[in-house]
């Protein structure tokens, strides 16, 4: 994504905290990985905060407090369940397996320590990129697939969107670690921001991430990958968030950080 220039920041005239915050970003030259003012205005707060989460950390600036996944669920009356079974019927059954589960992890006991999340009776450990010697047999062959189900629902649907978004979500993840990749993942903004740019051009994303899969694998099979991309590690459980019952990923901005139980 190119960065904004003099002449786009005349559309950035804000009416809420998260547009203004984005406009003061781009003015101070972090908005380079940002979405164009008016593809952000149309996102929902939950996605703009992702969004601007790390530039507006890298330039010190607080942003006003979202509320939680739980929180927003909640608020529209939706167990866990029933986001479940709505992701269900916005999207065609994979070929393979599952949408991975609904996450359920509790963080009111949670503690980081590098590269273990314990919580309460719960480890989590931290997944490096593996070797080929370490992957599960026939993990690199061209029908193993990450078969992310197409969505189906109303694409101008925010909330339908963030629905089929956080339920496959989980798949991309757990694929990735499934070929060595565990440390080489987008965050869940990267991931969103993709989806709606791809969204733009007209172009399937399932179908998009079935192609970069083959190609991950491909390579995967030649060449050595970095174990650890990153030294830099989450200091406290507020940069991670639950993707299933049985990962935790944190995003630091530079390297997105996988951890499982």
Request: with cysteine; charged share 25%; net charge positive.
């Amino acid at each position: 994504m190119m960065f904004l220039s003099i002449s786009a920041m005349a559309n950035c005239v804000p009416r809420t905290d998260y547009e203004r915050i984005y406009c003061e970003i781009v003015e101070q030259g972090e908005g380079k990985g940002l979405p164009r003012f008016e593809d952000f205005r149309r996102n929902d707060v939950t996605v703009q905060q992702l969004l601007l989460k790390r530039p507006a950390a890298k330039l010190k600036i607080t942003l006003p407090n979202s509320p939680n996944k739980a929180a927003v669920h909640q608020k529209q009356g939706l167990s866990k369940s029933t986001q479940s079974e709505r992701i269900k019927k916005t999207t065609i059954k994979p070929l393979e397996s599952r949408i991975s589960e609904a996450s359920s992890v509790s963080f009111s006991n949670c503690t980081v320590g590098g590269n273990i999340i314990v919580c309460g009776t719960r480890r989590f450990n931290l997944k490096m990129n593996e070797p080929n010697s370490r992957l599960a047999p026939g993990v690199l062959d061209d029908k193993y697939k990450m078969a992310l189900p197409p969505y189906r629902g109303d694409a101008q649907d925010e909330q339908e969107v963030q629905f089929y978004l956080s339920g496959v979500y989980g798949r991309y993840i757990e694929r990735m670690v499934d070929i060595g990749l565990g440390a080489s993942t987008m965050s869940y903004a990267r991931f969103c921001h993709t989806f709606y740019d791809l969204q733009a051009k007209n172009v399937d994303f399932s179908e998009r991430f079935e192609t970069m899969y083959r190609f991950l694998k491909k390579d995967k099979k030649t060449m050595v990958v970095k174990s650890e991309p990153s030294t830099l590690r989450p200091r406290d459980i507020s940069q991670c968030d639950d993707v299933t019952s049985q990962i935790i990923v944190c995003d630091m901005g530079r390297v997105n950080w996988v951890y499982t139980h």
